[in-house]
C-alpha cells in the first residue's frame, strides 16, 4: 500500500518550452501532495504543498508563475515548468499524504528534468 | 530554507560493520523521520517517531527521537550491501501529515570490499 507513481521518469526538453510532471498516489487519496527539487549531491529542497482544490501554498524563493501546480482530485497533482531554461534542470520529487492511514508522507520515485 | 544538520556526511565502512548517524537541529520538532533514498529514486520512509525519547526498531534499524526534541538518531546493525544509500533524517514540527517536511543534508553510506 500507499504507493504513489510520478510520470514521465525523465524528460528532456529544449529551453523555453514547458513541461508537465504528474504525481498520482495510486492506492489512497491524498488532500495535500508536496513537490520536492533535489540537484546532484544535494537534499530535498521542499518547492510548495498541494491542497486538492485549492491553490498551492510556494515556499520562499519558488516563482508560483513559473512552476504551476494543479491539484484537481484527490489522486492526481501535477507540476508545470513553465518556460524552462537550462537552470531548471533538476530530480523533481512529489510526496502525497496518507492521511487515512498512517497520516505519513510517502514520495514517488522522481522525474529527472534536463533542458537543453 | 532550513536544513537540518546530519553528521558524518559520508560513511565507508565494512559489510557486517554497526552504523551511527545522527540528526540536529536548532529548532523542535514533534515527528522526526528517517529515509533511505537510492541513486535515482525518491526517498523511501524507513522510521517514524513521534514521542520525544521514543526508541523505535524496523529490522536491523533502530531510531531514536531525542530527549530535546531537537535531534534524531539512527543505527543500522550488521550492514549489508543493500544499506548503500543516502540516508535523510526529516523533521515535522507536528504529528500531522499534512504539515511540511524540513529535510537533513543526507549521509552517503558507502560499504568497502
Known sequence: ?116 | GQQLNQSPQSMFIQEGEDVSMNCTSSSIFNTWLWYKQDPGEGPVLLIALYKAGELTSNGRLTAQFGITRKDSFLNISASIPSDVGIYFCAGQATNFGNEKLTFGTGTRLTIIP
Open chain 1, 1 to 116: 500500500g500507499a504507493v504513489v507513481s510520478q510520470h514521465p521518469s525523465w524528460v528532456i526538453c529544449k529551453s523555453g518550452t514547458s513541461v508537465k510532471i504528474e504525481c498520482r498516489s495510486l492506492d489512497f487519496q491524498a488532500t495535500t501532495m508536496f513537490w520536492y527539487r533535489q540537484f546532484p549531491k544535494q537534499s530535498l529542497m521542499l518547492m510548495a504543498t498541494s491542497n486538492e482544490g485549492s491553490k498551492a501554498t510556494y515556499e520562499q524563493g519558488v516563482e508560483k508563475d513559473k512552476f504551476l501546480i494543479n491539484h484537481a482530485s484527490l489522486t492526481l497533482s501535477t507540476l508545470t515548468v513553465t518556460s524552462a531554461h537550462p537552470e531548471d534542470s533538476s530530480f523533481y520529487i512529489c510526496s502525497a499524504r496518507d492521511q487515512a492511514r498512517t497520516d505519513t508522507q510517502y514520495f514517488g520515485p522522481g522525474t529527472r528534468l534536463t533542458v537543453l
